[in-house]
Every structure is written in structure tokens, then in C-alpha cells.
């Protein structure tokens, strides 16, 4: 089943897809290894602190275009979270030159989403200001997408 909704405290317009898996099912974590491509150093460091609480690695918080495509290349993370605007260039064109490369789940933060929502309609956006339960519901969405993706792919092999 997938709805959109709002999210109480913050602006925030996710898809969340609900899976049906059954009710022996036991969620478990996974940390995750996180790129962060935000051009605002306070946003970044609290986006890597919020992460990090949340049990998460972040290998790097990036303020370019060039230095995103660069330590996703050198770092493969799991996930990369994408302001839609960066200092030099922007994190849609981040994300879509490294996904020429390999599969990357991505989600983005901004605070207009228009743009992204132009070039990227399935794309994940979380709109700023967002709190931690977003977030939070934001990757696990990605993630599940990412997953039935991956699946189909094995699948077609």
C-alpha cells in the first residue's frame, strides 16, 4: 500500500510504502554508511551528529558537487543524503553522474523541492526543516526501494 503524508512538526511530504511482512516479523538495524552533501556547515554537522546518534557512520560531508561525486567514488557509501543546492554545482547533478556509475540509494534535502521533483519524480525528498523521525522513515523507504530494485534485478539475471 503506498500513501503520502504529512509528517507532524516538520514540512515534510514522504511516500512510505508499507510492506506486509507478516507478524513474526522482527525489524533489525543495520548501521549504514552515509555521504553527506550539504553546502550549510552547521546543517551538516548537525545532519552528521543526528546520523551518527542514530547509530549510522558518516564517512563524509561534502559542501560541492566535485568533492560528492569524488567521496562517493572513493567511499561507496550505502546511502547518500543530497542537499538540492551545494556550494559548487548541485546535489541532483551529484547524484546523477554517480549513479552513471554504480546504484546508490540517495535521498535529498532541500528546501524547495521543485527542481528535483522536475528531473527526479521518484525521487526521495525530505523538505527542510525535518526533525529525526522523517529522517528516519525517509531511509528506511529508500532503502526498501532500493532492496525490491536490487531484487528485480537478481530476478532478470
Known sequence: MRADVQLPGARTIVNIIDLDLGSDHVATFVPLRILVAEDNALIGMLLE?????????VCAVEATEAGTIASALRY?????????????????????????????????????????????????????PFNEASLEIAIRKVLQAANATEKKKNVLS
Open 76 to 128: 561507496r557509501p550505502d546511502l547518500l543524503i543530497a542537499d538540492g543546492a551545494l556550494r559548487e554545482g548541485n546535489g541532483i547533478n551529484a547524484v546523477e553522474t554517480i549513479l552513471r556509475s554504480y546504484l546508490m540509494a540517495h535521498i535529498f534535502v532541500t528546501g524547495d523541492h521543485t527542481s528535483i521533483r522536475l528531473r527526479m519524480p521518484d525521487a526521495v525528498i525530505l523538505e527542510k
Open 49 to 57: 551528529e543526528m546520523l551518527t546518534t542514530m547509530g549510522h557512520a
